[in-house]
């Protein structure tokens, strides 16, 4: 059985910082490329950053040099630290684990709110 769990959002203040986690179990996370994505009720989810095994990243402009992907492949986990956050950023973020177009999983979602 395949579950992705986030954790680590909550309440921050503008300009403040979070790190997301996200544990996956039931596949090899290593072949997995890993995802972040977040969704504003009413609106499509975004893709937010991406990392593939070896390490190699990707981010949305709206995040370059504030928000930062990172894996530890041997605890099957990806994160996100975000910082500088604005309230622009607050959203459900979601994991997702990619391996084909037709293999991809989700999990439940984290929220995060960037409010004074």
């Known amino acids: 059985q395949v579950q ?7 309440l921050v203040q503008p300009g403040g910082s979070l790190t997301l ?6 596949i090899r996370f290593s072949l997995y490329i890993m995802r972040w994505y977040r969704q504003i009720p009413g609106k ?32 099957n986990t990806v994160f996100l630290q975000m910082n500088s956050l604005k309230p622009e950023d607050t959203a459900d973020y979601y994991c997702n684990a990619l391996l084909t177009a037709t293999i991809s999983y989700w999990g439940r979602g984290t929220q995060v709110t960037v409010s004074s």
């Open 4 to 10: 992705l769990v986030e954790s680590g959002g909550g």
């Open 44 to 75: 499509r989810r975004e893709l937010v950053a991406s990392i593939v095994s070896g390490g190699s990243t990707n981010y949305t402009d709206s995040v370059k040099g504030r928000f930062t992907i990172s894996r530890d492949n041997a605890k």
């Open 21 to 26: 986690s996200c544990a996956a179990s039931g």
